[in-house]
């Protein structure tokens, strides 16, 4: 049975169930913002962090990528962090331009819809096709730490918890 979000209260369900803890992390083809193609998932041997939304050009989107740059930013190249999302590369770079967000990798899942590995690709209704908000924390083995799928797609995610499950990886 395929698993559900909600925004507003409405319900839309996804494309299959979302990964969990414990579950191999499956390598994703994705578009960055200058449209060069880039892998995440996977065992890549760095700790990473797997973070999906609707649209960058949403107030929740725009907070979220924001602050988890914020607080990613300083690991450096000590981890992979990526924001995806469906936008389309130019809005990516617009948005990163308008939020000066250098210190984490935003990429796009127009070209492969590689993200329905993960469970958590919209497969109804007005927000057929789009990513729910969820995160993935992937260990250097590509194995799956820790998740969250926002069951209100209007909500921000736990960032507490995610970037202690990170931080676990990373000492």
């Known amino acids: 049975m395929a698993a ?73 190249n000590r981890i992979h962090a990526v924001v995806v999302s469906m936008d389309l590369p130019f809005a990516q770079n617009r948005y990163c331009e308008s939020y000066k967000v250098e210190g984490i990798t935003i990429a796009s899942d127009y070209r492969y819809r590689d993200m329905e590995k993960y469970g958590v690709v919209i497969s109804e209704g007005p927000l057929k096709g789009i990513l729910a908000r969820a995160v993935f924390v992937i260990d250097n083995a590509g194995k799956i730490t820790y998740t969250e799928l926002v069951p209100e797609i209007a909500q921000e995610p736990n960032y507490e918890a995610a970037l202690n499950a990170l931080n676990k990886l990373l000492s």
């Open 4 to 76: 559900t979000v909600t925004l507003k209260g409405t319900p839309f369900s996804l494309v299959g169930v979302p990964l969990g803890p414990g579950q191999m992390a499956p390598q994703v083809c994705l578009v960055q913002r200058d449209n060069q193609e880039i892998f995440a998932g996977g065992a890549s041997g760095k700790p990473q962090i797997l973070i999906t939304v609707p649209s960058l050009d949403t107030p929740v989107c725009a907070t979220e990528t924001k602050k988890f740059n914020e607080a990613l930013s300083t690991l450096g």
